[in-house]
């Protein structure tokens, strides 16, 4: 058994030892974003930046919608069109 085996123990530590983990990760988390707000209501722009993050999302909103909704026409009538626009052109 090798020293690596020896410290993990049973699967039970082993659980423990993942949620004490993922607690200490979710703390940090929650510590670094309450810094994050803390230091953007200290900023005179506050107005602003919540304005132009507004934007942004509504941006970033609309290209989603757009990517996910929007077909594309039919092969079948852009083939149509093609021949329409040969047949006025002259070109058979």
Wanted: proline letters at 3%.
């Amino acid at each position: 058994m090798t020293r690596e085996e020896a410290r993990r123990g049973g699967p039970e530590e082993q659980a423990v030892l993942l949620v004490a983990g993922l607690a200490d990760l979710a703390v940090s988390t929650v510590f670094s974003a309450v810094g994050t707000v803390r230091g953007l209501l200290g900023r005179s722009d506050t107005a602003e930046l919540a304005a132009q993050a507004e934007h942004d999302l509504l941006a970033r909103g609309r290209l989603t919608l757009d990517r996910y909704t929007a077909t594309p026409p039919a092969y079948l009538e852009q083939l149509a069109r093609v021949a329409v626009e040969r047949r006025a052109g002259g070109d058979d």
